[in-house]
């Protein structure tokens, strides 16, 4: 019916009497207002972690291991690399600071390894466990290193198989081990090595990527003779909990506070513009500080997830 209706009307010439955009479109509740700018910031919030753990992460981790390369040739060259828990000058090593050149070519792991193993110290690579020996050195040197996100240098450690080589290159030498297995939480312990042998141990998280299910790890002994090193400066049971397995970090959390309340401001700016401006001058002007804001504040959060993420 209704459409004969509307037929006939168009036989005749008539249409139907456009809508009258003049009457004002009455203004949202400050409840409506509110909810608005929550729904923003989980939006902008969400995207921005997105991007930082897939795709930004990895170019950071990238162009900070071409700087420890490079930083690290240059200490080999010279003879400062360091040997053990302090630098050429007696100074504590720096969380962060190149430690060794990690290589595992079945798998195509190239990577310098770092001091410390904390999120931050995670986001430029791999990073040396402070409580044990550096690699080569007597003892069992263990490695930590990221599943997906920041490049996740670490993401393909499980399909190393018995006897596939790792090479060390630190400031003692270069050290060649071999793989003698890999273990999951609760698989059997491979005995201590004795006086004169040193160990690797690569570790990272199991399961699927960004779903840790417990932690991998990566046995390897070394093929020749270790050698000697200045004692550890953190006693077993002396790591702090951020180094630890799938620790977190929340020294920063202040920071991540005052990213976050900058979002909010930007948020609230951006809503009050969206009912003064055009929509569209107020898109082009807030969205890329939205953003790059969200980008640091992604950036704190990944501090407060475990660190072999």
């Known amino acids: 019916m209704m459409v004969a209706r509307a037929a006939a009307l168009r036989s005749k010439g008539l249409r139907r009497a456009p809508r009258d955009r003049s009457v004002p479109v009455p203004p949202l509740s400050p409840r409506a207002q509110l ?52 630098d050429f000058e007696g100074q504590v090593l720096a969380l962060g ?22 999120p931050s110290a995670l986001f430029d690579g ?71 042998e040193s160990r690797l141990m690569l ?30 400066l953190i006693g077993p049971g002396s790591l702090p909990a951020r180094e630890d397995y799938m620790g977190s970090d929340t020294d920063t959390l202040y920071a991540l506070v005052l990213w976050l309340e900058l979002l909010i401001a930007l948020t609230a700016a951006a809503i009050w513009a969206w009912h003064r401006w055009s929509k569209a001058k107020a898109w082009v002007v807030f969205l890329p500080p939205l953003m790059l804001v969200g980008l640091f504040v992604s950036s704190e959060a990944a501090r407060l997830l475990p660190n072999l993420l």
Do not use: C, K, N, W
């Not at 930004?56 to 360091?82: I, K, M, Y």
């Not at 595992?104 to 001091?115: F, K, S």
């Not at 996100?149 to 030498?173: K, M, N, Y």
């Open 203 to 232: 570790a990272t998280a199991d399961g699927a990527p960004f779903v840790p299910d417990g932690v991998v790890r990566v046995d390897a002994a070394l093929t020749t003779e270790a050698v000697g090193g200045s004692s550890v």
């Open 35 to 86: 909810a608005r700018a929550a729904l923003i910031v989980v939006l902008v919030l969400s995207v921005s972690l997105l991007l930082q753990l897939l795709v930004v992460s990895g170019f950071q981790q990238r162009a900070a291991q071409q700087s420890l390369f490079d930083r690290f040739r240059a200490e080999l060259a010279l003879g400062t690399a360091p040997t053990g828990p302090t």
């Open 97 to 118: 600071a190149p430690v060794a050149y990690l290589e595992a070519p079945t798998i195509g792991l190239r990577q310098v390894i770092v001091e410390g193993t904390s």
């Open 126 to 196: 791999p990073g040396h466990r402070r409580d044990t020996p550096l690699p080569g050195q007597e003892g069992v040197a263990v490695v930590m290193g990221r599943r997906a996100s920041f490049g996740g240098p670490f993401s393909r450690i499980a399909e190393l198989h018995e006897g596939d080589p790792i090479r060390v290159t630190a400031g003692q030498g270069t050290f060649d081990f071999e793989v003698m297995g890999v273990r999951g939480d609760g698989d059997p312990i491979p005995p201590l090595p004795e006086g004169g």
